[in-house]
């Protein structure tokens, strides 16, 4: 079992730069793949990255490649996505999510565990 809550999300100007902070409490964080996730209202939950148990791999949404860069502190159980050149379009409540098994998952359907959501707003 893990726990996540989100935080770090606000209001930026388009061009700034966030960074999101997921902290998690559990049995064993090292041993969960973790994600990152976005959605707005009417849409369905998106795949942003994930990186591995070990912290050694990673992937990003095409979307948000080259912009954003998910990392993980094992020994302060926290996972982070580091947002940069932000964009109108990546206004959303992001979320944080674990998985106990796997590589690199990026469906929703694919994590056992999900944080509460933070806001993030990119005025144009």
């Known amino acids: 079992q893990v726990q996540l809550v989100e935080s770090g999300g606000g209001l930026v100007q388009a061009g700034g730069s966030l960074r999101l902070s997921c902290a998690a409490s559990?049995?064993?964080?090292?041993?969960?793949?973790m994600g990152w996730f976005r959605q707005t209202p009417g849409k369905e939950r998106e795949f942003v990255a994930t990186?591995?148990?070990?912290?050694?791999?990673?992937r990003y949404a095409d979307s948000v490649k080259g912009r954003f860069t998910i990392s993980r502190d094992s020994a302060k159980n926290t996972v982070y996505l580091q947002m940069s050149s932000l964009k109108p379009e990546d206004t959303a409540v992001y979320y944080c999510?674990?998985?106990?098994?796997?590589?690199?998952?990026?469906?929703?359907?694919?994590?056992?565990?999900w944080g509460q959501g933070t806001q993030v707003t990119v005025s144009s």
């Open positions: 999510a674990a998985r106990s098994t796997g590589y690199l998952p990026s469906g929703p359907d694919e994590y056992d565990y």
């Open positions: 559990g049995r064993t964080f090292s041993n969960y793949s």
């Open positions: 990186i591995s148990r070990s912290g050694g791999s990673s």
